[in-house]
């Protein structure tokens, strides 16, 4: 189709905006991503914009020689893995019963469910109910505080209701399947796209979380890896890692600044490595479990 001189104004107009504001949002992770293997100096001094110069490990080097970032690195690793598992069944759990036509009572439930998304009991009350509970500084106060997300739940059922025929159910049904295999055979392996959403929201969730570690975790063998690099980044506590007798302090602050990018990088690494996989099914799941009707 022909188009008119105004519609190709604006569709130039639509891809300069868009490429402008891809530049704004990729221009810092690329800057610190050169940045953290180029030498500090440069990069203090504004010398590094667009390639990386004097390239140096140094920071990476550091990095990984100390041990709380390692023990962090696994223990977030643990909390995302087991994390992610247990708030991808809960929220199934959840979603698949509110989704089923003959359950009596599931609109008066999932009110319930919505209206603790408007009011909590706060940070206190949370805090004295979890330490009752004998989770405070233990592996699973990362785990079970979350475990489920209500409007997760909401956006699971949606698909089951509006994305799979009730009929396949009925159907499953009439042949003999239980509630549970109409689940694990049929809803579930259908289910792809949402599941998939399911887990990266999730696993990002638990991957960026320290505001949890940081109230309810004391032992820094429990710190999770974001625990750990805020330290650095905020508080520069780095102390650690900088070996002030190798030279002067101006040469322990370089060493600080290296430390800071390459801990921003290997943070975020695994997040994007997992993002491309999931990629396919990601615009999908969000579109149809967002429909109503």
């Not at 022909?2 to 905006?17: E, G, L």
């Not at 643990?78 to 003959?102: C, H």
């Not at 994305?163 to 396949?168: T, V």
């Amino acid at each position: 189709m022909k188009q008119s001189v105004s519609d190709r104004i604006f569709i130039v107009t639509v891809y300069a905006v868009l490429g402008l504001t891809a530049l704004l949002v990729l221009y810092p992770l690329f800057f610190v991503l050169i940045a953290s293997v180029s030498s500090p100096q440069l990069v203090l001094s504004g010398d590094i914009w667009l390639w990386p110069r004097d390239i140096t490990w140094r920071g990476y080097e550091k990095l990984f020689a100390n041990e709380e970032i390692m023990r962090g690195y696994g223990n977030t690793i643990l909390y995302t893995a087991a994390g992610t598992a247990v708030n991808v069944a809960m929220t199934v759990a959840g979603a698949f019963p509110l989704s089923r036509r003959d359950f009596i009572g599931r609109q008066w439930i999932a009110g319930m469910m919505v209206f603790t998304m408007f009011f909590s009991g706060g940070l206190i009350p949370t805090y004295l109910l979890i330490k009752q509970l004998g989770l405070l500084n233990t592996f699973w106060v990362m785990i079970v505080p979350g475990a489920v997300s209500v409007w997760n739940i909401i956006l699971m059922r949606t698909f089951f209701q509006n994305g799979l025929p009730f009929e396949l159910q009925e159907a499953a049904a009439i042949d003999g399947c239980t509630n549970l295999r109409i689940l694990w055979r049929i809803v579930l392996p259908l289910s792809a796209p949402i599941l998939a959403v399911m887990v990266l929201f999730y696993s990002v969730g638990h991957w960026n979380a320290y505001f949890q570690a940081l109230i309810y975790l004391s032992d820094r063998d429990k710190y999770p890896l974001q625990l750990i690099l805020r330290e650095i980044l905020v508080q520069g506590e780095t102390k650690d890692m900088v070996d002030v007798s190798e030279g002067s302090l101006s040469g322990s602050v370089l060493d600080v600044e290296s430390i800071k990018y390459a801990a921003v990088i290997v943070a975020n690494l695994p997040v994007l490595l997992l993002y491309p996989f999931l990629q396919k099914y990601f615009v999908k799941g969000v579109m149809v479990g967002a429909i109503k009707g």
